[in-house]
Every structure is written in structure tokens, then in C-alpha cells.
């Protein structure tokens, strides 16, 4: 096996709390600054780091993971007991989980992709990753995609906020120009007022009990407040309600949504209902053209998403297992490549020179064809023995078997040994880029 | 010839419906759908061929039957489609309209030519082709509508009963449909109301009666007071649920109108030119 292979030390949501996760993770110049740095270890190949706010993960390609490893415990002794390291294959795999969002706190999330992306793109503006970075995040990148077009991981969706949006979306397509109405300044009622955003949501209208915090609500969420009073006019204009408040009962009855359906003239009207206990009555769907759900709903369809998730998760690692074991054959493959390449080198130099003596001493008594003879013959006997080599080699390589290209560079005494042991000091990653290719 | 190019549209129509139904069920794939939507264009123009050639062939009098009237209806429903994609880009909308081009088609392509046996000197009118043209593509329209309003039937019970599964996620959504339907209702009411008094005119220069109760236009008089009295329902907020099913309704009725009525008596619009 080769001294050079993946290391990877780092922390994530799984291992480390936020409070370590913090200290460690880093963005813009600083990153780029310890890329600098762990690219001028001697023992260092090829290096780069994914920091994210879930996980900060430090791969490094070359002979030992003590950088990585010094990485974290200068940035914060107390990481030290929270990092995991994998090397070799595991690694690789590790890596492939993460860019299919296998590892992620929220299964099939999408962000996670990009975030590797841009990790590869700062290492590799930073000169720190090299062909073997490349091909491996490459090959990262096509497994995550697989995973995502080959099963649902990704599909569904995986918070109460987000289920509101998709409802609100089916019902009406676009927000721009409806009114979106806050009753009750709760705090998720807020927040999914802002995920509304995405809909094209402009006018967005806050009522409260309280009228203080219902103005605090409004500046915060840019709409305007209006006085509790005015509850059953707001009800028939608006489009969407989203109901927090902490009354104890149904704020908004069936009579009060039935009072303003005239006004409404079948004007779709959806009840978002965040609150426990429930603010908003069930019954409120039996009037037509009103859709009412509350936070159950909601919750069940994220519970739901989990769940298919977890099922389409197994499926996923089968992929990146594969993927993951193909891509350590291509690299056994192309470490047979040079030595096949020089062993035909040298054969075809051997041969040449042999032509050319055999030539010089009985040329003149030759003609045309008798030279071109003596050539081809040179090349079948070249041809003939070397067919056998090159062909358990090729077997070699795609078998995973990394010790026969070293074996035949020794019994044929080729000088450019790609795999040489003692290859730990000068240009390491210049060697071990040119090994790879 | 005609024969021969119809067959050739029907096969392509039942790939473009295959690819819209299989988009609708694997909405992962847009390149079927474009695929589809490429076949349906191809289908369409090979169509138009057949209508051509059947044209010169029969002298166009083959839409007076069931089974031409059929295939200018097919027609007008996939040029309709067309013209809506190219505006709203649904392609799940294709997969409600499109079969219902090929089970249209389908029946056309048995049975042999099904021509008048003698041209009465009557019909050769001016009026005329204005007057079945406006019928069918009103017709067209309101089919279009029919089916969106179906698709709005079909995704409110899921948005109302809390079923988030594949339908909800395939469907448009409502408004978009809401709105969709009424667009196409208003088109084809303007193209209904053109059919019903160019019928009036002609009917009045070939036989000297402009209106004769016959059981077609009975139907077709109701279906269009039901359209416009749905334009005008809309006109002050009327929304949503009902508006589907009245579109529904206003389709069973100009449907029956068209296919039913003619065949069983044997009115002027049933073939009968005296």
C-alpha cells in the first residue's frame, strides 16, 4: 500500500457540541490562511477543509494525519476529545456520505453539497488540492448526485415552516399582492410569516391582543399592525393566517370564518394554526373554500419525510459504497499505468538498440525489406513477452492488488518507480501528482 | 392519403400522451416532457396534413359527420394545448388533455368514410365553416377548461383533506388553475357566441328560419347562458370549488349537445339539409 492516502480528522453535529464546533470552524482568510499552512507541511500532499456550522472536517492527502490533527487542538484544546479520524478508504467513504447528505443533522438536505463544492474551490484557489483532491471531490460530487437523482433522499419536506410554505403554495401559487395576516405575535408564527417571503409575500398585516408587541412584531416582520378589533374585517381580506396567540381556545371559530365568506365570495382562505392548545377550530374546512391545518398537520408530513428519508438513506449508502470502491480502483489502476508504460519504454529502447547493432554490422548486405524484417521481428518478440505482463498487471489493478506494479518495477529494474517507498521528503505533492496521472 | 396521415398522427399522440402521463407520474424526468411536448407539435402538423388532404379529397364536408367532426375537434384541442403551453408552461396539465386527443382519434381510424350522399346546393355557404370552425374551437376551449377545472376538483380534495402525497405535489396549484379556467371559459365563450349567430345568419339565408328549437341549439343556447353567466358570477368574485364544477357542468352540456343530440334526431345539424 502506498504511504500516501486520505486522512480525515475532524468534528461535526454528531461528535462535538456547538460551543466547540464554533471555535474551530472558520471562513474566508482564515481558511485559506490554514490551507496555506497545512500545505507547507512536508508530510502534507494535498489538502482541504469543509467548515460548515454542522461539521468541520480537515482532509488531508499524504503520510500522516498529525497536521489534521494539530489543526484543531491549536484552535481549541477542548476539541481534542470530541474529533474522529478515518483514513483510507474510510475516509473516502466519509467523504462521499458527506457530500450526499448521508452524514447531515437534517438527512438530504441539499445545502451540504455546495458547502463541499466551495470547499474544494478555496483549496484548489489556494493551490492545496492537487489532481488527487480533485479527482476525489470530483468523484464526491458525482456520487452525491447520483444519490439524488437514484433515490427520494431529498425529497419531501422537513420542517413545519416549510410545509406552511408548500401549502400556501399550492393553494394560491404566488403571494404577491395577498394579504398575509399574523394573528397573535408568537414566535413561529414570525418565522413563517418570513418563509412566506419566498412566495413573493408584500403585505403582511399583524394583529394582537396586545398592541405593543404587536407592533414590535410588525417592524420586525416589515408589515403594519392593526388593532384586535379589526380581527373579522382582516379575516375577509386576507389570504393567509397564520395564528399564534396563547389563548387557551379557539380564537378563530367556524362562526366568525363563516361571518366573512360573503365579503370573501369564495376567495380561498388558508388557517395556518401554530398554536398549542389549538386557536383556531377544526371545523373551520367544512366551509368551502377554507383550508384549515394545524401544527399536527404540519409536524406529520415532516415526520413522514423522516421517515421516508431514513428508508431512501439505506439505498443511498449502497451508492456511495460502490462509488466509493470504484474509486479506489481507478487510483490502483492508474498505479499500475506507469509502470506498464515504462516497462513497454524500456522493452521498445532494448529492442531499438538491438535493431540498430544487428543492422550496422550486416546493413549493407540487406535490402529494403530485409531491414524492415529485422524491425518487425524486434517488436513481435517485444510484443509477445510483454503481453502477459501487461495483462496480469491491468488484473492487478482493477483486483485492488497494489503490490504487483511494485514487484515488477524491482524484477525489471525500472528507475522510475512511481510507488518508491522512500518517497517522504522534496516536492511530495509535485511526485504525487505526477504518480497520478 | 388522409387515412394513412391520421393513423401517422394518432401513433404520435399516443407517444406524446404516453411521455406527458409518465411525467406526470415521474415529475424527476423534464426531458420526457419536453420529448412529449416535441411529439405532440410533430403530431399536431401531421394532423394538419390529414385534415388538408381529407379537405381535397372529400371537399370538407366530412365534419358534418360524428367522425369528422371528431378529428377537427382532436385537432382544434391539440393546437389549443400548444398555444397554452407555449403561455403557461404546465406540462402536467398534458397529461388530462392529451389522452383525451387520442380517445378522440382512436374511434376515427375504424369504420370506413362516413360522407352525405349528396351535397345539398344549401350548405355551400359562406357562413358555414365560420360557423362549425367557431363551434368546435369553443368547444376546444371549453374541453381545456373542463379538464383544468377536474385538476382543481382533483387537488382541492387533497389541499382540503391534508393528503400531501403524489397528487398535491404533481397538480398546479389552485389558483393557477382557478385562474387558468376561467381564461379559457371567457375564450371559449367569445368563440361559442360567434358560432351561435353565424348558425343564426346561415340558417337564415339557406332556409329562411333563423332559429328552429332544434335540440342543438336548445343545448347549445343553455350551455352558452351558463357560461356567460358564469363570466358574470366572476366578474363579481365568484372563485374556487363551484366555479370548477359549473365549468364541469357547462362541458356536460355543450358535450352532450355536440355528440348526443345531431345523431339521434335528424335535425339539420344532424346531417339533414332539408
Redesign the interface.
Known amino acids: 500500500m502506498s504511504a500516501r492516502e486520505l486522512h480525515l480528522v475532524g468534528l461535526s453535529h454528531k461528535s462535538a457540541p456547538i460551543e466547540v464546533r464554533e471555535k474551530v470552524a472558520l471562513s474566508g482568510d482564515a481558511l485559506r490562511d490554514a490551507l496555506a499552512e497545512l500545505k507547507g507541511c512536508p508530510d502534507v500532499g494535498e489538502a482541504f477543509v469543509i467548515s460548515t456550522c454542522n461539521r468541520v472536517e480537515v482532509y488531508v492527502y499524504g503520510d500522516s494525519a498529525c497536521r489534521a490533527e494539530e489543526f484543531f487542538t491549536k484552535r481549541s484544546p477542548a476539541a481534542a476529545g470530541h474529533l474522529y479520524a478515518k483514513r483510507g478508504h474510510e475516509a473516502v467513504r466519509h467523504l462521499f456520505r458527506v457530500a450526499a447528505s448521508l452524514d447531515s443533522l437534517v438527512v438530504g438536505e441539499q445545502q451540504i453539497l455546495g458547502q463541499v463544492k466551495e470547499a474544494y474551490g478555496v483549496a484548489s484557489a489556494a493551490g492545496a488540492a492537487g489532481s488527487y483532491v480533485s479527482r476525489l471531490c470530483n468523484k464526491a460530487f458525482a456520487t452525491a448526485k447520483r444519490v439524488r437523482t437514484e433515490t427520494d433522499i431529498g425529497r419531501g419536506m422537513t420542517s413545519a415552516s416549510q410545509v406552511a410554505v408548500d401549502l400556501v403554495a399550492k393553494i394560491f401559487g404566488d403571494l404577491k399582492g395577498r394579504m398575509v395576516l399574523l394573528v397573535g405575535a408568537g414566535k413561529m408564527g414570525a418565522l413563517s410569516a418570513k418563509a412566506l417571503e419566498v412566495l413573493g409575500a408584500d403585505r403582511i398585516v399583524v394583529t394582537n391582543r396586545s398592541a405593543q408587541r404587536g407592533q414590535d412584531l410588525a417592524t420586525e416582520v416589515g408589515g403594519v399592525f392593526r388593532p384586535w378589533e379589526e380581527l373579522e374585517t382582516l379575516l375577509s381580506e386576507a389570504a393567509v393566517a397564520i395564528v399564534s396567540t396563547g389563548a387557551p381556545t379557539y380564537v378563530i371559530t367556524k362562526e366568525l370564518v363563516k361571518r366573512t365568506l360573503k365579503a370573501r365570495r369564495h376567495r380561498s382562505l388558508a388557517l395556518i394554526d401554530l398554536a398549542v392548545p389549538r386557536n383556531v377550530d377544526p371545523a373551520c374546512s367544512d366551509l368551502e373554500d377554507v383550508y384549515a391545518y394545524d401544527i399536527d398537520d404540519l409536524d406529520k408530513v415532516v415526520a413522514a419525510t423522516h421517515e421516508a428519508r431514513r428508508g431512501e438513506a439505506q439505498r443511498a449508502e449502497t451508492i456511495v459504497e460502490a462509488e466509493a470502491i470504484a474509486f479506489a480502483k481507478e487510483r490502483e489502476a492508474r498505479a499500475a499505468l506507469p509502470v506498464m508504460i515504462a516497462l513497454r519504454r524500456k522493452a521498445a529502447a532494448v529492442a531499438a538498440a538491438e535493431v540498430a547493432r544487428t543492422l550496422a554490422r550486416t546493413g549493407g548486405r540487406l535490402d529494403e525489406r530485409g531491414r524492415e524484417s529485422v524491425e518487425a521481428m524486434a517488436q513481435a518478440i517485444v510484443n509477445k513477452l510483454l503481453h502477459l505482463p501487461t495483462a496480469r498487471l491491468k488484473q492487478a489493478a482493477s483486483d485492488g492488488d497494489s503490490a504487483l506494479p511494485g514487484v515488477v518495477a524491482e524484477l525489471f529494474g525500472i528507475q522510475d518507480e512511481p510507488q518508491a517507498q522512500g518517497d517522504r521528503s522534496g516536492t511530495g505533492a509535485a511526485r504525487a501528482a505526477a504518480s497520478e496521472k | 392519403m388522409s387515412s394513412l396521415l391520421l393513423r401517422v398522427a394518432a401513433a404520435v399522440y399516443v407517444a406524446a400522451a404516453a411521455g406527458f402521463v409518465f411525467y406526470f407520474a415521474r415529475p ?1 424526468h423534464p426531458r420526457v416532457a419536453s420529448l412529449a411536448q416535441a411529439a405532440l407539435a410533430a403530431g399536431f402538423a401531421v394532423h394538419a396534413g390529414a385534415i388538408g388532404f381529407g379537405c381535397a379529397e372529400f371537399g370538407g364536408l366530412e365534419f358534418f359527420t360524428l367522425r369528422g367532426g371528431a378529428i377537427f375537434f382532436a385537432w382544434l384541442l391539440a393546437a389549443g394545448f400548444l398555444l397554452f403551453q407555449r403561455f403557461y408552461r404546465m406540462p402536467s396539465v398534458g397529461a388530462f388533455v392529451v389522452p383525451l386527443i387520442v380517445m378522440l382519434l382512436i374511434p376515427t381510424l375504424f369504420g370506413a368514410l362516413n360522407l352525405p350522399s349528396e351535397i345539398p346546393p344549401v350548405v355551400k355557404s359562406r357562413w358555414l365553416p365560420v360557423h362549425v370552425s367557431a363551434s368546435f374551437a369553443g368547444l376546444a376551449c371549453f374541453a381545456l377548461a373542463a379538464g383544468v377545472a377536474a385538476m382543481y376538483l382533483l ?1 382541492e380534495r387533497e ?2 383533506g ?1 393528503r ?1 402525497g403524489a397528487l ?1 405535489s404533481r ?6 388553475l382557478d385562474r387558468l379556467n376561467h381564461r379559457l371559459v371567457r375564450i371559449g365563450f367569445v368563440l361559442f357566441t360567434v358560432a351561435l349567430v353565424t348558425g343564426v345568419i346561415f340558417s337564415h339565408h339557406a332556409w329562411g328560419r333563423a332559429w328552429e328549437w332544434d335540440q342543438k341549439q336548445v343545448f347549445s343556447l343553455a350551455a352558452w347562458l351558463l357560461y356567460g353567466a358564469l363570466i358574470q358570477l366572476r366578474r ?8 370548477a364544477i359549473l365549468t364541469l357542468v357547462g362541458f356536460a352540456i355543450v358535450f352532450v349537445s355536440f355528440v348526443g343530440v345531431g345523431q339521434v334526431s335528424g335535425s339539420r345539424h344532424g346531417g339533414s339539409y332539408k
Open positions: 424527476k387537488q389541499v382540503k391534508k400531501f398535491f397538480l398546479p396549484p389552485l389558483e393557477s363579481s368574485g365568484w372563485h374556487g370549488r363551484r366555479n
